[in-house]
């Protein structure tokens, strides 16, 4: 959905702009464009290290193409692994390894098949799930920085366009369209910041809390396995999870 309220806005905007004489085309500078953009990315450069840049570049991917995580589906698979370890115990679930395609959940499963002590796969795990959620909130300042730095770049943008400009005060029929030029790097700014930079940042937020439950839901269940405790008793444990406590009390 994301950029799908980028074009509610940009239509919103342009629509604005013509309903009040405007042309779309006044919109469009490039120099306009480089100096906002490649001034922002340059700023939020100098403030991170590299290796955060390019994770940050990895993970727009998620804004395209939404992350796909079923509680539901992963409550009916922990299910099914604790019933196989009920009856043939963790070994049982070796055979499945190959099958998991999520690492944490595999990293987990394999730590139960060796035979590591639950307090030390909980500890891992738990580990593991926090220095996740530090990089993505690496990713969410350098798009909230980008979103401070735009709207400054976009008034650098403006006074140069305005230097311009005072050099056409002898030619009064290119003035006017020179200072228009101006302020488009000002909506630049303010635009790319307020539409995608700050809210890209805000989805980010989303779907760190998003995975933080997945993955601790996912090692909720991998405790209650070590603990031999049946599949339903993990069912009732993840319900808070799968909102299946919510569902039975809309149908009360």
Known sequence: MSFIGII??????????????????????????????????????????????????????????????????????????????????????EEKLDSLDDPFLKRGIAMLVDGFDKDYILETLEQEIEMEQEEIEHTVKFYEAMGGYAPTMGIVGAVLGLIHAMGLLDKPDELGGGIAVAFVATIYGVAFANLMFLPFGNRYKLFASQIRNYKIMTLTGIVIIADGLSPQQLQIRLAAFTGEHHDEKEKA
């Open 8 to 93: 509610v806005a940009l239509i919103c905007i342009i629509g604005g702009n013509l309903l009040e004489g405007g042309h779309p085309g006044a919109l469009l500078n490039l120099p306009a464009f480089l100096i906002v953009i490649g001034a922002t990315f340059g700023a939020a450069l100098t403030q991170f290290p590299f290796h955060v840049v390019i994770e940050a570049g990895k993970r727009f991917i998620w804004l395209i193409v939404p992350l796909r995580l079923d509680m539901q589906e992963r409550s009916l698979l922990l299910q099914d692994m604790a019933s196989q370890a009920r009856k043939g115990g963790f070994l049982a679930l």
